[in-house]
């Protein structure tokens, strides 16, 4: 490979690597838009659950057929990755298959299965294009689903499978190669699956072979790159966010709503009582009382929109979506994210950024949505790599209820019911025993004196 | 429990009874009858009565904060006064506030719910069920709770009751950690459902009732009323009860 070669692909890679670093840098102030909250106490169950979830895939196996084929896929992505590794070698040393004189023999074993794993990738996807866009699957045909997502699915799957025959058709005229004493291509070995396209190429011209042959080199190397910058702006981002989001994820029981401290605080000085940190010299700021807009929320929830696959298994377990209700948790995640975006964006521009007059509330999610939430925890349930819709929609409810008190009129009536009867329905408290009585009346005993 | 404070005394367990369990005419069935099982039991137990008032769950999952840890706060000090030590519960929702949410407020007790205890009750001896009662061979279906299932990874204990019966225990396509809900957590109970196809009690009632089985066991006050209302939409209250688990142990035992 001449100095020129090496020159460009020094250049691809420095640009490459600027505009990574800057998306990246990006994303990272966008999920910091969020409220600081900690999540990295009990290390030891986080570690586990991020290498059973997100490395094991634990929860994608819940479904065998497709967990099967997306663990082709993630394996394939890997593992040819260690193959990328010697294509970066070359590009900056100039060499060709650094590896395969030191490794003799043994060389054409990995690469065997490296093709092999392209092959898997390849058919993985191709099954996986044919469910997106000819089989009847509810999930992928949800109004959340419009033409950018449905789009962003496709592009995926398809620019793997051309990377995957790139590398296909880069090893199969080297092997051409490697024959014709003009070339002067290392040895490589018998490559299987390759070598089933040899007869494509075999009536080439020595000189076309390595254009075809450098050609499929640079669309792989190239191609890998952008596919690691338009992912930063894809769902695909999963493949890198899912470890954060599987180490960061709530390890409380699902049923554990998040406390509100500064509401602690309220209660403890409306009751009389002095809050427990006594020194309440300290003017704290409280903010706003549950979310409108994604600074509202945690750190952790924008940072689960970003890790987001829009796979849809949390919107295709959640009741009120399966009755026909607006409410769908995967909406809500894509909403996130695409405000958490509209606002990175304006602020790197220097424009107004949250104070632009939208809101993630209203603007993106509607109020019939999160009102019809039953908090049944199927959706959080359903994530495979524990994204947690509920806790958005929560803090949203929070907002409306005690900013607002904008909550639906019943259930208005059900807090002033609360209030003064001290219970959800309007029944005198003193009646809270009459069961008691009932029960008495029944036995025809004396069974209440035992039981107060 | 105030007469038992001042007579000195200190009950095994509280009996947290729930606003359902209270006032809903149908769920206070659920009440006495595990009342009944407790006193043939010979569990020494006591209820707050007048004392309890609601968890605060719904107003906390309405987004109504303030109005939860008022009731926290006020709950947590009457159970605290009394040094209460293990509470058990026939309400997933009591379950889970005060076992999940109350703790961070200085709440801190031993929380259980009965189908648990029930559960307990049995496996140490105290409950003998009678092989052949009424439910032996009888199809049962249960309904899994979202806040006792997912919420709290009960999954077991109420199906393990369900079995000591000897009864023809069928399952729902969507159960356990698949389950699907009733139609009123998140306090959706207090509330007309948003618009849709279909209410979501009436998908899960007929999912139950697609299983054949004569008795749609449950435990939960929300999943009762939800499934018994759907139950009825379908004109299919004299072939299929809705029953807690509590009762049907009573029903068993003939208390």
Redesign the interface.
Known sequence: MGLIQQIVFLLVLAIAGYMLYRRISRIRQNILLGKEGKHNDQPSVRSKNMLLVAFGQKKMFKKFIPAFLHLCIYVGFIVINLEVLEFVLAGIFGTHRIFAPTLGSFYTIPINIFEFLAVTVILSCVFFLLRRNVLPIKRFNARELTAWPKLDANIILVVEIILMFAILTMNATDQILQDRPDANYPDTGYLFFSGLFIPLFEGMSTRSLIFVERFAWWFHIIGILGFAIYITYSKHLHIFMAFPQTYYARI??????D??PA??K???I??GAQPENGDDTEAEEVGR??AKDVNDLDWRDIMGAYACTECGRCTA?C??N??????SPRKIMMDTRDRSEEVGKSLQKGGKGLEDGKSLLDDYIQR?EI????????C??ACPININPLAII?QL??????EEAQ??P??N???SN??NN????K?A????????D??AD??GGT?K?S?? | MADMSAQGQEPEVLFWVGCAGSYDDRYKRVTKAFVKILHKVGVQFAVLGPEETCTGDPARRAGNEFLFQMQAASNIEVLNGYNVKKIVTACPHCFNTIKNEYPELGGNYEVIHHSTFLQQLINEGRIKLQGGGAFNGKKITYHDSCFLGRANNIYEAPREVLEALDADLVEMKRCRTKGFCCGAGGAQMFKDAEAGKKEVNTERTEEALSTGAQTIAVACPFCMTMMSDGVKNKNKEKEVAVKDIAEIIAENEKL
């Open positions: 409380a029981p699902k049923g554990k709503m406390n509100m509401v602690t309220e209660v403890q409306m009751l009382f549950g377990e009741p009120a399966q009755t026909g209700k607006k409410l019939e009102n019809a939430c039953t908090s049944c925890n199927a959080v349930e929560l409810r929070r907002y409306v209820a005690m909550s639906p019943a259930w009536a059900m807090f609360v209030e001290f219970a959800p329905w029944f408290p003193t009646d809270r025993f009459n069961w008691a009932e029960l029944e036995t069974q004196e039981q107060e």
